[in-house]
């Protein structure tokens, strides 16, 4: 639109008011022209642009027609020529510069768009890569921990049966509780191993230390 004024009114000035300031009205027809190729719409940028220049243009020519007819003085033909060249190539100076210009500025803001999607998709990711092995982990626990845990119960139901009738059945039951117990251990210790790494901090409990040894001995005082 001020591409479009500005040239509107270049050609009103020097059609009917008769206006040959050339450094403002240069000036203002740059920054337009620029403006129109650099923050332009992709639709119309260039037509705007194109039209603009080619109205422009024709007004210099026109006024060069006439004032180099009726027998003018060459030097006077060869400075409104060099005139319409100058226009044309600021015009066109100015029209290059604005859209190399627009066209990195699109052009960075399509990398930051780019950016922001991968950064989304790379989280996306990362969650899905954690939820993955939540999913994994809790197999894991299920498939070995609670089949130890399952065997401990079946044998204690078993020794409490047999107890009386047959202490040594019994007492193999409770040695497998002990065994599947320890393996139990293991792998929860494997797990929780994996799980934290060396270096990282328990965000849920302290660690355990020396002075929870009073604890840890009545607990195992009170189970007997």
Not at 206 to 216: A, V, W
Request: contains cysteine.
């Amino acid at each position: 639109a001020v591409a479009l004024v500005c040239t509107v009114g270049f050609v009103c000035s020097r059609v009917w008011l008769k206006a040959q300031e050339p450094t403002v009205t240069a000036i203002a027809l740059s920054v337009a022209l620029f403006s129109a190729a650099a923050y332009g719409g992709a639709r119309w940028r260039h037509w705007v642009c194109g039209a603009c220049l080619t109205v422009i243009m024709v007004e210099l020519y026109r006024e060069l027609t006439v004032r180099t007819s009726g027998g003018a003085p060459p030097n006077l033909a060869l400075f409104e020529f060099f005139t319409l060249l100058f226009y044309l190539a600021l015009a066109v100076a100015m029209w290059a510069l604005g859209s190399t210009i627009g066209a990195g500025r699109r052009r960075a803001a399509m990398l930051v768009q780019r950016t922001v999607a991968l950064e989304e998709q790379r989280e996306e990711n990362a969650r899905r890569a954690v939820f993955d092995e939540r999913v994994r982990i809790a197999r894991e626990l299920h498939d070995v921990v609670a089949h130890h845990v399952s065997v401990m119960g079946v044998q204690a139901g078993a020794a409490r049966l047999i107890m009386n009738q047959n202490p040594d059945r019994a007492s193999a039951a409770l040695a497998s509780i002990e065994a599947s117990s320890r393996q139990a251990v293991e792998e929860l210790h494997r797990l929780l191993g994996f799980l934290r790494q060396s270096g990282d901090p328990d965000e849920l409990s302290p660690r355990p230390g020396l002075n929870q040894l009073p604890d840890l001995a009545e607990s195992m005082a009170t189970s007997g």
